[in-house]
């Protein structure tokens, strides 16, 4: 019988002086950054032809594989954590956080039952606490951490439903149960209603303002038109911080007819909810006080790395309706008194995520947390003026929050090439959205370690793009005519 000598283990000094030079590594990375390409120049299959098709039989040293990492995946990734990453919504893993996902991955807990990890249950619930506390939000409302925000939706809608049709669980649904969008709302809402069941037909998009926001009075309408043709308006999702300009829908006007016509009421503050931990912006949350159901994800906004989303429920009861169905083998004795995170959603297993939560607030604080924030809203207004002051762009939605979208006046096309452009240079990435037909560019602030010059040499290259552009279809132009 062997004795374990003979197995294929790390030594613990050989770990050590491997994790030495992978935390130096990220530390330099962290450093240099800026010199690294946002957008890596890799074609779709490119890596996979570099890398071997079958697993390798015998295992191989540590730092083979960390050299392979720095020369084949690293340059093939796009850098999210880098700060001109202005694209999709901007966010940053920072080292705090780092260490704590190191430790969680360590100690491997799963924090499926109270018993099965009780620290990281208890941590869950007390950075829940702290994060309810800065939002200022009810303290009646249960918090839960999913691991993105179309889960915690999902969980929402499924609340929702429970909510409407408590025959649900056990008969399946009933048809005719409505789910009230808007034509902003993003597509993770109408994707959970699909999973559920509510069924494509059944989910209302209301219109919007000039501003991008849920038209209250279209929403009534809708509810009332559904009433009359015997269907059953069941939730509404309002959202603070839309994905492609960030508007914030008018959530007291939208709770009002949500308690008017007893839908369940369900927040999207997926990215804009972080902001409003700043002081002076905690207004864009005003009404949620009387929603059923909030997101926010804290790995949008809170310097947490992907994946973190919180769901706040105010009746979590019924959530637990929806999801609780246990077996003998996850019996426990503390199950009276103890919380059971499994109870409260599809999946048993769960990650130790609020430890890296917990390390970001003792680490910045409510100030630096603040202080954060507070830049990136400020560096999104001082952007906001160059595009105004530029008379060949125009702003293309309001600035609510700390993302700019605008666009070059020469049109479609040409915005198209823009953006191309300066993704191809590697200097900064953004994204693109369109908006009433038009498309637009979206430059999202949000990495901690942007500062202005990030944001002000990514503009000049997005001028310099445009203006050589214009000079080249004018040269076109003039070929053209000359022939
Ligand atoms: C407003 C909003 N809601 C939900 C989501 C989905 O987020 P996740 O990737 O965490 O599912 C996003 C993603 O950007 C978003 O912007």
Sequence with gaps: MSDGSDFPAMRPEEFL?????????????????REFPVLPSTAPGELTKKLPVKAPERGEPISDIFAEFQSLIFPALTLWNHPRFFGYFAISSSPPAILAEMLAAAVNVNAMLWKSAPAATELEQVTLSWLRQWLQLPEEFFGI?????????????????????????TKGMRPGLIVYL???????????????GFGQENVRKIGVDAGFRMRPELLEAAVVSDLAAGKRPCCVVATVGTTSTASID?????????????????????????????????????????AHSLVMNPHKGLFVPVDLSVLYIRHPEVLRRSASLSAEYLTT??????????????????RFRALKLWYVFRYYGHEGV?????????????LKQWVDGDRD???????????????????????????????????????????????????????????????????????????????????????????
């Design 250 to 290: 008018p959530v007291p006007a939208i709770a009002a007819i949500a308690q008017k016509h007893n839908l369940w009421l369900h927040v999207d503050a997926a990215y804009g909810g972080s902001a409003a931990v700043v002081p002076e912006m905690r207004h864009i949350l005003e009404g949620v006080e009387q």
């Design 370 to 382: 603040v202080t954060m924030l507070r830049e990136s809203l400020r560096l999104a207004q001082l």
């Design 182 to 196: 808007s034509e902003q709302t993003h597509s993770s809402a109408e994707k959970a209603a699909l999973a559920l």
């Design 393 to 483: 762009f125009e702003l293309a939605a309001p600035v609510e929050l700390s993302l700019v979208c605008f666009r070059h006046r020469a049109g479609d096309e040409f915005n198209r090439r823009l953006l191309a452009e300066i993704n191809a240079s590697g200097k900064a990435l953004l994204s693109h959205t369109v908006l009433r037909g038009s498309y637009v560019l979206r430059f999202a602030i949000g990495n901690m370690q942007t500062r202005e010059k990030d944001v002000r040499e990514t503009w000049r290259a997005i001028q310099e793009i445009a203006a050589r552009l214009v000079d080249e279809s004018l040269d076109a132009s003039k070929v053209k005519a000359a022939r």
């Design 17 to 33: 002086e491997a994790a030495k030079q992978h935390t130096e590594w990220i530390a330099t990375y962290f450093e240099n950054v």
């Design 333 to 350: 004795e503390e199950d009276a008194s103890a919380m059971n995170y499994m109870d409260y959603g599809i999946q048993l297993g769960r």
């Design 145 to 169: 951490i999913y691991d993105t925000a179309s889960v915690s939706t999902f969980q929402a809608l499924a609340a929702a439903r429970e909510w409407a049709d408590p025959e649900s669980r």
